[in-house]
């Protein structure tokens, strides 16, 4: 399940991605437009920024916009970023792998193996989405 952290930073992604020129858009403005609340969305942009997707201009006419191109936003980069893996189970994460401390034989468990197949075949689809694809879902 996604935390509202990770809805609330999709929320934020689609609301700049939508706006016609990268023109720097004020966090309360933002917060008002996506119903995401002020704080929270101020932590949020921030990270979005440390990481390299938006960037922001201060004083007069300042604000957050989008420093990367909507279709160069990944839906799986976005997730792992606020909501960590993608897997449901820590052993069949790929970058959060953890091992199972009730499991006896990881290599022959069926919840594993499932799990795997599961992480997989959301993968395939959530590293070809990009925020653009969200983006022309709404319209």
């Given at each position: 399940?996604?935390?509202k952290k990770t809805k609330y930073a999709f929320h934020a992604l689609t609301f700049l991605g939508k706006q016609e020129l990268r023109k720097p858009i004020l966090i309360s403005e933002v917060a008002e437009r996506t119903s995401v609340p002020k704080k929270f969305l101020e932590s949020i942009?921030?990270?979005l920024r440390k990481a390299g997707v938006l960037n922001s201009k201060m004083g007069k006419g300042g604000g957050y916009y989008?420093?990367?191109d909507a279709e160069d936003i990944m839906l799986a980069d976005v997730i792992r970023m606020f909501n960590g893996p993608i897997a449901l189970l820590p052993c069949a994460?790929?970058?959060y792998y953890e091992s199972c401390t009730e499991c006896v034989d990881e290599v022959s468990c069926g919840l594993n193996k499932m799990m795997i197949e599961v992480r997989d075949e959301t993968l395939k689809i959530l590293?070809?989405?990009s925020l653009q694809d969200m983006i022309a879902s709404e319209a």
């Open positions: 399940m996604l935390s942009l921030l990270e989008l420093l990367k994460s790929l970058n590293e070809k989405k």
